[in-house]
């Protein structure tokens, strides 16, 4: 967060590039120290766009369809704009913190200043609730031209904080459905001026198909997606060109041992899985158990444990 500081410590390593993996928080930083030593970085405008949720909604109008939304700064400035059910979140951070969806007025004041609390600028937006199946999509961009790398099926606690317990790719969306994801993915990123690296960007898809786009982060997804899942399903070395890009270097995605992937997260929600946790898997990467206590989720920062499979076909745990 300390911009300054962090040129100034830059400029007396001399650093070749600068990026971020999993985490919005950098993203304003990346793009200032990259702009001032001559990096390849976006813009510090579209750092802005793709870290402010009320500036992202506000670029993506009439682009790429959103929810209705609106911002407030406190309890008192709620108004009776939207029918419920709808989402409460701060403008300004991922991983599930701050989130909460009311189905009705009651701890309306309560979800506006958790919101609050959890953002860094103090602010929270208000927008209605779309219903139905969550997607991430992973995507590199080089010159402003974006490439699509894996479509992932994210399965989460649902109401109120949706705290995601599992991700698998690819995702198993007819090809009708996953076209119109990666063209409003496409019309997304350019929207938010997205140029170098990564992005992460979700979406909602309704029963009778229309896509929504939640938010889009310029960095690679977190809970293992793009440090493990992308690779382990397409061959493509997702963190190595990510780091390429940085670097001012760029080479054309290449797509290798398609297979299927994913991660499942222990949590009081998923006590089901503890089996698996306690012996070998034939289709298991990697797992831990990193916290014995077994919490309900709030945030992603409540989670206990994971597992990460690699298979031929989809692993559907009980």
Known sequence: MEKEQILEQCLEIGIDGICTIASDMPVPTISFVGEKMGLCVNSQKSAWLSTDKEAMRQAFDGKVQIPKFYKVQAPSDYRDALDFPIIVKPTDRSGSRGVTKLTNDEGLDQAIAYAISESFSKQAIIEEFISGREVSVESVSWQGKHRILAITDKITTGAPHFVELAHHEPSSFPSSILEKIEAETLKALDALEIAYGAAHSEFKITENGKVYAIEVGARMGGDFIGSHLVQLSTGYD????????????????????????????????????????????????EKAVQNQELKNLKSSNDRSGYLIYQAAERIELP
């Open 238 to 285: 997702y963190v190595k060109g990510v780091v390429e890009i940085a670097l001012g270097e760029f080479h054309e995605p290449q797509f290798r041992d398609r297979a299927y992937s994913g991660v499942y997260f222990l949590s009081e929600e998923t006590r089901n899985l503890i089996p698996y946790f306690e012996r070998p898997n034939a289709f298991e990467v």
